[in-house]
């Protein structure tokens, strides 16, 4: 069975840090790349970063760029997001996602799996 299990979320008050993990099971995971989204009420989803378990490229969504950290242990299958500087505006649903290759990874119709999410709230 194919599992996605994110924690981490929080609230944490703006300019505050969190590490998100997304443990991945029931795949191989040299063979994806996991991306983190985030939704936020009323908002569409949004790609906040992606990360290659094959070659260990990143990349990341411009409005994170310089405060969030993507990286992965491939040894425990999880990937984390490192967030610092939160602001209010960083407030969402973060979930991560799991497809074959990095092409398109902000496109959340191209992902084959999925956590249930966890939220993080940034308060000001």
């Known amino acids: 069975e194919v599992q996605l299990v994110e924690s981490g979320g929080g609230l944490v008050q703006a300019g505050g840090s969190l590490r998100l993990s997304c443990a991945a099971s029931?795949?191989?995971?040299?063979?994806?790349?996991i991306a983190w989204f985030r939704q936020a009420p009323g908002k569409e989803r949004e790609g906040v970063s992606c990360?290659?378990?094959?070659?260990?490229?990143?990349y990341y969504a411009d409005s994170v760029k310089g405060r969030f950290t993507i990286s992965s242990d491939n040894a425990k299958n999880t990937v984390y997001l490192q967030m610092n500087s939160l602001k209010p505006e960083d407030t969402a649903v973060y979930y991560c996602?799991?497809?074959?290759?990095?092409?398109?990874?902000?496109?959340?119709?191209?992902?084959?799996?999925w956590g249930q999410g966890t939220q993080v709230t940034v308060s000001s």
């Open positions: 996602a799991a497809k074959g290759g990095t092409t398109g990874w902000k496109l959340g119709r191209l992902y084959d799996y």
């Open positions: 990360i290659s378990s094959s070659d260990g490229s990143t």
């Open positions: 029931g795949f191989t995971f040299d063979d994806y790349a």
